[in-house]
């Protein structure tokens, strides 16, 4: 057996042999041993039901598989377990026999794990000499019915950044609900400041397999690859162009939306819906207002790009959302997504923490106390209403929050208002462009997701320089309507805008690029 320090944790299998899980007449050493033979790299032997002869006769005969395979065997909970059959080390839990006396007894050269959920736990582990933490639960599972909290991939991240900051050699894996779909985005989206997971801890999704070997081989396959949406995440070399440069672009994006027409699978609320699409089709794009998440299977496949407008929250609405979610990260499409209201009530805020917990999406959209609120821990400010709060949060505060998000979250998080800002982690680019008559329509905000959308959709590559094109477009066609001479209030305005972005599209179309002159994009230096 190698060194301790030398375990491969990468596909941690944690086993359960309740009939729930394991299923009735199947043998747990048989199927452990397909998973070994699938590439499983570690087994945790956990039965909190059996008695203590029991226990140690099936953790030898599984002792003499793993051992087959060259594979470390832990035992979950029971020092005494693992003396018996002299296997190679234990995890503990909180509730279990303290990591001190675990030492004492089993010896330097053994591997003790212990789970973890929060920094006080974390710190405690680390400093009582646990060689890897397992970090959870990370989400809801029937395998664990005794679990404290579900911290989710935030507090999954959270842990993983106190070890990067602490420079711990602890190894980690996580723990709870990770299964196939969604193993790549936790190991890749959870990385944060040259700190990753060493691996993923999964008991049901090979347990309960029909084949566990080919389940383990396929985990453990999705635990090395970066998921689908990770080829399109902003590079460093994006992020520090010149604004001059990203207007230059501008042209650029507007004619790829007319060349490609690509679809904007818009799931947002009744009010905006009929505004939103000839928000759409007037940009170029062609739209689908879909609310149903089980047609985003299909939709998602047909090259274009979703947006999640958090207009109406409801058990249903967000069921749809977190389905059309997974469908469009499954195939690496396009996702924008506005926090409507986030920090007007819990129940808004906790479907954030849902939506952002559930998938990964490109482009973050709010006003101020929005995109606060979406911060891990949210924003002590409770937001009135859906409007926009200018003025009521320090620019320095809203320029260190976008900047974190997008960092953790490695997406473009926009916060719209007077002066609209994006970022993807770096610099922070401004848009002094729009007019007032925005913000006394309903759905404005709404749509500007929807232009963000067909952007993204049609210049993937480069998708900060596309949300930067359709901010100056969608804001400069404002101001070309609001102008007009027939143009007297926001009534006259919404059928003048959708002129204007018409208009605009087909000038830049044809060559004529005059209309963007009137840009102003800056940077915020703070």
């Given at each position: 057996?190698?060194?301790?320090?030398?375990?491969?944790y990468?596909?941690?299998?944690?086993?359960?042999?309740?009939?729930?899980?394991?299923?009735?007449?199947r043998?747990?050493?048989?199927?452990?041993?397909?998973?070994?033979?699938?590439?499983?790299?570690?087994?945790?032997?956990?039965?909190?039901?059996?008695?203590?002869?029991?226990?140690v006769?099936?953790?030898?005969?599984?002792?003499?598989?793993?051992?087959?395979?060259?594979?470390?065997?832990?035992?979950?909970?029971?020092?005494?377990?693992?003396?018996?059959?002299?296997?190679?080390?234990?995890?503990?839990?909180?509730?279990?026999?303290?990591?001190?006396?675990?030492?004492?007894?089993?010896?330097?050269?053994?591997?003790?794990?212990?789970?973890?959920?929060?920094?006080e736990?974390?710190?405690?582990?680390?400093?009582?000499?646990?060689?890897y933490?397992?970090?959870?639960?990370?989400f809801?599972?029937?395998?664990?019915?005794?679990?404290?909290?579900?911290?989710?991939?935030?507090?999954?991240?959270?842990?993983?950044?106190?070890?990067?900051?602490?420079?711990s050699?602890?190894?980690?894996?996580?723990?709870g609900?990770?299964?196939?779909?969604?193993?790549?985005?936790?190991?890749?989206?959870?990385?944060?400041?040259?700190?990753?997971?060493?691996?993923?801890?999964?008991?049901?999704?090979?347990?309960?397999?029909?084949?566990?070997?080919?389940?383990?081989?396929?985990?453990?396959?999705?635990?090395?690859?970066?998921?689908?949406?990770?080829?399109?995440?902003?590079?460093?070399?994006?992020?520090?162009?010149s604004?001059?440069?990203?207007?230059?672009?501008?042209?650029?994006?507007?004619?790829?939306?007319?060349?490609?027409?690509?679809?904007?699978?818009?799931?947002?609320?009744?009010?905006?819906q009929?505004f939103a699409?000839n928000?759409?089709?007037?940009v170029?794009?062609?739209?689908?207002m879909?609310?149903?998440?089980?047609?985003?299977?299909?939709?998602?496949?047909?090259?274009?790009?979703?947006?999640?407008?958090?207009?109406t929250?409801?058990p249903?609405?967000?069921?749809n959302?977190?389905?059309?979610?997974?469908?469009?990260?499954?195939?690496?499409?396009?996702?924008?997504?506005?926090p409507?209201?986030?920090?007007?009530t819990?129940?808004?805020?906790?479907?954030?923490?849902?939506?952002?917990?559930?998938?990964?999406?490109?482009?973050?959209?709010?006003?101020r106390?929005?995109?606060?609120?979406?911060?891990?821990?949210?924003?002590?400010?409770?937001?009135?209403?859906?409007?926009?709060?200018?003025?009521?949060v320090?620019?320095?505060?809203?320029?260190?929050?976008?900047?974190?998000?997008?960092?953790?979250?490695?997406?473009?998080?926009?916060?719209?208002?007077?002066?609209?800002?994006v970022?993807?982690?770096?610099q922070?680019f401004?848009?002094?462009?729009?007019?007032?008559?925005?913000?006394?329509?309903?759905?404005?905000?709404?749509?500007?997701?929807?232009?963000?959308?067909?952007a993204?959709?049609?210049?993937?590559?480069?998708?900060?320089?596309?949300?930067?094109?359709?901010?100056?477009?969608?804001?400069?066609?404002?101001?070309?309507?609001?102008?007009?001479?027939?143009?007297?209030?926001?009534?006259?305005?919404?059928?003048?805008?959708?002129?204007?972005?018409?208009?605009?599209?087909?000038?830049?179309?044809?060559?004529?690029?005059?209309?963007?002159?009137?840009?102003?994009?800056?940077?915020l230096?703070?």
């Open positions: 057996m190698a060194r301790k320090s030398d375990t491969d990468s596909v941690y299998l944690v086993t359960d042999s309740t009939p729930a899980i394991l299923g009735a007449g043998d747990l050493c048989e199927v452990v041993e397909a998973a070994l033979r699938g590439g499983a790299t570690c087994v945790q032997y956990r039965d909190k039901t059996s008695d203590t002869g029991a226990l006769r099936t953790a030898r005969r599984l002792h003499a598989v793993t051992r087959r395979h060259g594979v470390p065997l832990l035992v979950n909970d029971r020092v005494d377990v693992a003396l018996a059959v002299g296997c190679e080390g234990v995890h503990i839990g909180q509730d279990d026999l303290d990591l001190e006396t675990a030492r004492r007894l089993l010896g330097p050269d053994k591997i003790i794990g212990v789970t973890v959920s929060n920094a736990e974390t710190a405690a582990a680390c400093k009582g000499g646990a060689d933490l397992g970090i959870g639960t990370v809801a599972t029937p395998t664990k019915e005794n679990a404290k909290s579900i911290i989710g991939v935030d507090g999954l991240q959270q842990i993983l950044l106190q070890l990067a900051e602490a420079d050699p602890v190894k980690t894996v996580c723990i609900g990770i299964n196939a779909s969604n193993v790549s985005r936790v190991v890749w989206q959870s990385a944060i400041r040259g700190r990753s997971l060493d691996g993923v801890a999964v008991v049901s999704a090979i347990m309960s397999a029909a084949d566990p070997e080919a389940s383990a081989r396929e985990l453990g396959a999705l635990v090395r690859a970066p998921p689908p949406f990770a080829r399109g995440v902003v590079t460093e070399q994006q992020q520090d162009r604004p001059e440069q990203l207007v230059g672009l501008v042209p650029e994006v507007i004619r790829a939306v007319a060349d490609r027409k690509p679809l904007s699978h818009n799931m947002t609320n009744l009010v905006v009929n699409a928000v759409a089709l007037c170029g794009a062609s739209p689908i879909a609310n149903y998440g089980e047609e985003a299977g299909d939709l998602s496949k047909l090259g274009g790009a979703l947006v999640i407008n958090m207009g929250v409801t249903e609405g967000l069921e959302y977190l389905k059309a979610l997974k469908a469009y990260n499954a195939v690496g499409g396009p996702v924008v997504f506005d409507v209201g986030a920090g007007a819990a129940v808004r805020r906790a479907a954030v923490k849902t939506i952002l917990g559930g998938g990964y999406v490109d482009v973050l959209k709010g006003n106390s929005e995109i606060l609120s979406c911060l891990p821990g949210g924003s002590a400010a409770q937001q009135r209403g859906v409007d926009s709060a200018e003025g009521e320090d620019l320095r505060e809203l320029a260190s929050a976008m900047r974190e998000l997008a960092l953790r979250r490695k997406n473009i998080v926009v916060v719209t208002g007077e002066t609209d800002y970022t993807a982690g770096r922070i401004t848009i002094d462009n729009g007019h007032e008559y925005l913000g006394m329509v309903t759905g404005t905000g709404c749509c500007l997701g929807t232009t963000i959308s067909a993204i959709a049609a210049y993937p590559h480069d998708k900060l320089a596309a949300t930067v094109a359709a901010l100056a477009y969608y804001n400069l066609a404002a101001e070309t309507a609001a102008y007009r001479d027939d143009v007297k209030g926001p009534g006259s305005f919404v059928p003048a805008f959708l002129d204007a972005l018409r208009s605009v599209r087909e000038l830049t179309v044809g060559g004529d690029f005059e209309w963007l002159g009137g840009a102003v994009v800056g940077t230096d703070i």
